[in-house]
């Protein structure tokens, strides 16, 4: 068995184990476009005999916790030949993404999981979910008019005012995507979807649409304001679709709250649970981590089964992080799932503390909490 990083005169290889592991066929024209993403991607293979039997890729991308940017390693695209399976090799694959994440300093992973348990015992845990909707043509009733103007944009246009707007709503959130003009024309608006800007007033973006119209559905993939005219001339431009759709299907933040919003709010919703996320290397997120308000000193014992060197004890402080030699009998103990659970804003230390997945004092909970983020996370992007 050898385990390395795919030459380009291997993409083909790849790109063969996806369309059989995923189901899908990439068409022949689409094939350059398709080898220069893969060129932006670190791909790990596992091969026997120089025959490509799994693999997996490695985006280098970045998320935002309480407005600050971490580097982030993106796992996507996971997969084994069927004769293959069931033999360790992606458990193996995995762990050389770890290692190999810790290296280039990105100390969080995020991936979309075919499977929540199987990811849970390689470290990541469930931090992102959305909500989907389903309208009828019925539930589009408009707001009155407000001011401002929308206006449709191609990708000549850049995506600047988009940013603007995306960068604005997600100061809301944590866990959300830093966005290159590349990953806007590449994954955010793919084939047949339309930019859709609100400008106020005053002429400044402060809302747009990601959709698309076909066979009599409104497909919304992302509904995005920074205040409440925003929300309500977007929905009116929704609304104006009544007259050619059945179906509204809307995309949300998980603590979206469009249904209350509706004459009707007995709409079918979905709370679709999304994302996962791993820290990498502890002690260098919790050294990079925005820590709030920090009086006295909090330590938090961590144990991770599947990176050894998350393996230890960490104490906060207004100094910093100290990472202890010997072991501290009164820390908040949980496990790396648990950690990145809380420090993402996923679910509140209490919580988790009340479940078990924290042990410790409740002193000791309350104090984690205060000097932690309360904004929550959200995610919105694949890969």
């Known amino acids: 068995m050898e385990r390395r990083v795919l030459s380009e005169s291997e993409f083909e290889k790849s790109i063969q184990l996806s369309q059989y592991a995923f189901q899908y066929i990439v068409k022949k024209e689409d094939l350059p476009k398709r080898y220069e993403m893969m060129k932006r991607q670190e791909i790990w293979g596992e091969f026997e005999n120089e025959e490509l039997i799994s693999k997996l890729h490695i985006h280098s991308l970045e998320i935002s916790i309480e407005n ?46 075919f499977n929540i348990q199987f990811y849970r015992r390689f470290g990541w845990e469930l931090t992102a979910s959305v909500n989907k909707y389903t309208l009828n ?30 960068e604005g709503w997600f100061r809301k959130y944590n866990h959300l995507l830093v966005r290159s003009d590349y990953w806007w024309n590449n994954h955010v608006f793919t084939e047949g979807y339309n930019r859709i800007l609100y400008k106020d007033e005053n002429g400044e973006p402060k809302g747009y649409l990601c959709c698309k119209v076909a066979d009599k559905l409104l497909d919304v993939q992302e509904f995005v304001y920074v205040n409440e005219d925003a929300r309500r001339a977007l929905w009116n431009f929704i609304c104006q679709h009544d007259s050619m759709v059945d179906i509204v299907k809307i995309i949300a933040p998980s603590n979206d709250q469009l249904p209350f919003l509706l004459n009707n709010p007995r709409i079918h919703q979905e709370h679709y649970p999304y994302f996962m996320a791993r820290i990498v290397d502890v002690e260098s997120f919790l050294k990079q981590y925005p820590f709030k308000n920090v009086e006295g000193s909090l330590t938090l014992s961590i144990t991770d089964e599947k990176a050894e060197w998350n393996n230890g004890t960490f104490t906060i402080d207004a100094n910093g992080i100290t990472r202890e030699s010997e072991t501290v009998a009164d820390a908040l103990a949980m ?29 000791d909970v309350e104090r984690f909490e205060e000097i932690i983020t309360n904004k929550p996370a959200a995610f919105m992007d694949f890969f």
């Open 68 to 113: 600050q940017r971490f580097p982030m390693g993106g796992i996507a695209g996971v997969a084994t030949w069927p004769e293959h399976r069931r033999k360790g090799s992606v458990t193996r694959l995995l762990q050389q993404a770890l290692l190999r994440m810790k290296e280039n300093g990105q100390s969080i992973s995020l991936l979309h999981p």
């Open 137 to 166: 043509k019925s539930d589009l009733v408009r707001y009155e008019d407000v001011p401002g103007t929308i206006s449709r944009l191609t990708e000549k246009d850049g995506n600047d005012l988009l940013n603007t707007v995306y």
């Open 335 to 363: 496990d790396v799932q648990t950690l990145a659970a809380a420090l993402l804003g996923s679910q509140k230390p209490q919580f988790l503390f009340t479940c078990g997945k924290i042990k410790g004092n409740q002193k």
